[in-house]
C-alpha cells in the first residue's frame, strides 16, 4: 500500500490564483482530514470527511473547499489564494477502527506571494 | 471547550531521558496520542493509551496518563540524536471523530 499520497509537494501561487491540492489513499479508508500546519504552530482542521459524499467543516475552513466523491480521493480547492494560506497541508485518513490512528500523508507546502 | 497544552521545547543531553508533558481539559477522553513529526515530514503516529489504563511501555517509550490532573506524558529513555523532532499530544474525546491537538514540543537532543 502507498498510504497516503499528496499531490503537489510544493506550489507557489500568486494572489488571487486557484489550485487544487491532491491527496489520495488507498487503505480504504472511510475518514479524511485536510490539516495546515503554520510555521511553528500545530495543527489546525479545515475540513473532514465521514465517508464519500460527506464532508464537514472543521475550526478554519474560510477560502477553502473540499469535495469526496469516492473513498480514495478527497481534493482541496484554494478558490482566491491569499497570503494567508501561506502554510504546509496535510491530509491525513483513518480506519474508523477503535483506537482511531490517523495516517498522514508527506505535506504539501504552499506560499502564496 | 477542549484544549491540549504542551511546553513549546525541550533540550536534553544525548544518552539522558527526555519527559515530555502534556495537558488536556475534556474529561470523557478515551484514547490520547503521541505522534512525531520529523523535519519536512508528516506526521507518524508513535503510541496511544487508552483512557482506562495508567501507563503504557513500548521499548524505550513510557506513557504515563494520570486522569485525575488531565496529564499526560511521553518519557523516552536513553534519548538519541535520531529522536530530534517535534512531538505532538492528541486527544479524542468520546465518539468524537476529531482529534483535538495540542501546538508540539519541539525535542532537541545534543551530543
Known amino acids: 500500500n502507498a498510504g497516503v499520497t499528496q499531490t503537489p509537494k510544493f506550489r507557489i501561487l500568486k494572489i488571487g490564483q486557484s489550485m487544487t491540492l491532491q491527496c489520495t489513499q488507498d487503505m480504504n479508508h472511510n475518514y479524511m482530514y485536510w490539516y495546515r500546519q503554520d510555521p511553528g504552530m500545530g495543527l489546525k482542521l479545515i475540513y473532514y470527511s465521514v465517508g464519500a459524499g460527506i464532508t464537514d467543516k472543521g475550526e478554519v475552513p474560510n477560502g477553502y473547499n473540499v469535495s469526496r466523491s469516492t473513498t480514495e480521493d478527497f481534493p482541496l480547492r484554494l478558490e482566491l489564494a491569499a497570503p494567508s494560506q501561506t502554510s504546509v497541508y496535510f491530509c491525513?485518513?483513518?480506519?474508523?477502527?477503535?483506537?482511531?490512528?490517523?495516517?498522514f500523508g508527506p505535506g504539501t507546502r504552499l506560499t502564496v506571494t | 471547550g477542549e484544549d491540549v497544552e504542551q511546553s513549546l521545547f525541550l533540550s536534553v543531553r544525548e544518552g539522558d531521558s527526555s519527559v515530555i508533558n502534556c495537558t488536556y481539559t475534556d474529561s470523557s477522553s478515551t484514547y490520547l496520542y503521541w505522534y512525531k513529526q520529523e523535519p519536512g515530514a508528516g506526521l507518524q503516529l508513535l503510541t496511544y493509551?487508552?483512557?482506562n489504563m495508567d501507563m503504557k511501555q513500548d521499548q524505550r517509550l513510557t506513557v504515563l496518563l494520570n486522569k485525575k490532573d488531565k496529564h499526560l506524558s511521553l518519557r523516552i529513555a536513553d534519548t538519541q540524536t535520531g529522536d530530534s523532532a517535534i512531538y505532538f499530544c492528541a486527544e479524542r474525546a468520546g465518539n468524537n471523530r476529531k482529534l483535538i491537538w495540542g501546538l508540539g514540543t519541539s525535542l532537541a537532543v545534543n551530543p
Open positions: 491525513a485518513s483513518i480506519a474508523g477502527t477503535e483506537n482511531y490512528e490517523q495516517y
Open positions: 493509551i487508552f483512557s
